[in-house]
């Protein structure tokens, strides 16, 4: 039933031909969730630079904690910089 794919970016929706008779609430659900950027250019860079200074952040934390002799459990602190480095990153590269 589901054998073509039609691609708007970011995932994949069924043609149009391919949806049961029956299946209008969900043909709008489909047309409501056409892929739209909500941020630009500038705001893709932004998210790109931050994404690259969260990175370094953690990586210069990282070797700070490793040279310091600090107690390897302090290496929790790196979650938290290399979390906001990936979902800057994801959210530049999604569009979002």
Same mark, same amino acid.
């Given at each position: 039933?589901?054998?073509?794919?039609?691609?708007?970016?970011?995932?994949?929706?069924?043609? /149009? /031909?391919?949806?049961?008779?029956?299946?209008?609430?969900? *043909?709008?659900?489909?047309?409501?969730?056409?892929?739209?950027?909500?941020?630009?250019?500038?705001?893709? #860079?932004? *998210?790109?630079?931050?994404? %690259?200074?969260?990175?370094?952040?953690?990586? %210069?934390?990282?070797?700070?904690?490793?040279?310091?002799?600090?107690?390897? %459990?302090? #290496?929790?602190?790196?979650?938290?910089?290399?979390?906001?480095?990936?979902?800057?990153?994801?959210?530049? #590269? /999604?569009?979002?």
């Amino acid at each position: 039933m589901f054998h073509k794919r039609e691609t708007c970016g970011c995932g994949w929706w069924p043609s /149009e /031909e391919d949806w049961p008779p029956m299946a209008r609430p969900i *043909r709008e659900i489909q047309a409501a969730y056409k892929c739209v950027p909500n941020i630009g250019a500038r705001g893709r #860079r932004r *998210r790109f630079v931050m994404a %690259a200074v969260s990175t370094a952040a953690a990586l %210069a934390l990282a070797l700070y904690l490793q040279l310091g002799g600090f107690p390897p %459990a302090w #290496r929790g602190l790196l979650a938290a910089p290399f979390l906001a480095a990936a979902l800057y990153y994801f959210q530049a #590269r /999604e569009k979002t």
